[in-house]
């Protein structure tokens, strides 16, 4: 497939709650970029995060603030403030209940992340891995933060089930070249403002998604002061995925039967309890009237 960019959408996340998202995974053309299959950019934003105990499957989320702190409590008991350049991962297994909420009146902004679990992994037991330290890898004109996989030589203490990478790249100057794996589909998020990507400039929010066979990526950051990126890869994730809601399944039995477990008991149950907000929840929507199928990606 060739290369092409992904624009952003607006979303507002969960309506009332008074963030807005800019959304680009998954896409009507292109529904992964290896195993992730969900892009949220948020920020820079006044307003808070308050995202009630809502219910996962078949994923893992990746929550990664730039500016202000997050509160990440759980059903497995954790209870975390996430600060910028740290990562937090929970997979979700075959069922978990999470909220996130502001930890401070900081501006908000930074990137929600899903990754799809394979067969193998998405029917196990729930986690989650606090990542406090990442490691850091540059060279002239350019640094990133390596979120999850390896790049440059720095790999991630982060534990995913599929070959993955994941890093914030921070341009300083003129255009830099790095090495990719072949093997791996990639994009690239504009977080911050504009970037040439091999020669295409691409704005601030939009996803560029490069040639299936790229091995390297030329970057050059447009306007004054230091551009920063967000680069996703993987190998292809061949498996079906129905998505709907916070759920990720194989069919739509599957959804149905996930969605009906979080509406009969919210509060404990297949997704546990998450304490410290009583019986509030985000209650599911309702299934449209005709069965999910999974995504596809349009041959471009």
Not at 84 to 109: F, I, K, Q
Not at 141 to 153: D, I, K, T, Y
Not at 250 to 263: K, L, N, Y
């Amino acid at each position: 497939m060739a290369a092409t960019t992904l624009q952003s959408r607006d979303v507002p996340l969960g309506g009332v709650r008074g963030i807005t998202v800019h959304r680009t995974l998954p896409h009507r053309s292109r529904p992964t970029i290896g195993a992730w299959c969900f892009v949220d950019h948020f920020g820079p934003t006044d307003a808070r995060m308050n995202v009630l105990p809502h219910p996962h499957i078949g994923l893992q989320t990746v929550t990664w603030p730039i500016e202000g702190r997050i509160r990440h409590r759980d059903s497995l008991g954790n209870d975390v403030v996430l600060r910028p350049r740290e990562l937090n991962l929970m997979t979700s297994g075959d069922g978990v209940s999470h909220s996130e909420l502001s930890a401070d009146d900081d501006p908000m902004h930074g990137v929600q992340l899903w990754v799809a679990l394979p067969n193998e992994r998405r029917l196990g037991a729930a986690d989650f891995q606090h990542v406090a330290e990442l490691p850091t890898v540059g060279g002239p004109g350019w640094e990133a933060l390596v979120l999850v996989g390896e790049l440059a030589g720095a790999t991630s203490p982060a534990v995913v089930h599929t070959p993955l990478v994941g890093a914030q790249i921070t341009l300083d100057g003129g255009e830099v070249e790095l090495d990719l794996r072949a093997d791996f589909e990639h994009a690239l998020l504009m977080l911050d403002g504009e970037v040439e990507v091999d020669g295409t400039l691409v704005e601030h929010r939009d996803l560029r998604v490069l040639a299936d066979d790229a091995d390297r990526v030329r970057l050059r950051p447009v306007g004054d002061g230091p551009r920063t990126v967000l680069l996703l890869g993987g190998v292809p994730f061949t498996e079906d995925l129905v998505m709907w809601w916070n759920f990720i399944a194989r069919d739509h039995d599957e959804i149905e039967a996930a969605r009906e477990a979080w509406e009969a008991e919210p509060v404990g149950g297949r997704y546990g309890r998450v304490e410290g907000h009583g019986e509030d929840f985000i209650p599911a929507p309702e299934l449209p009237h005709v069965r999910l199928r999974p995504r596809r990606r349009l041959k471009l």
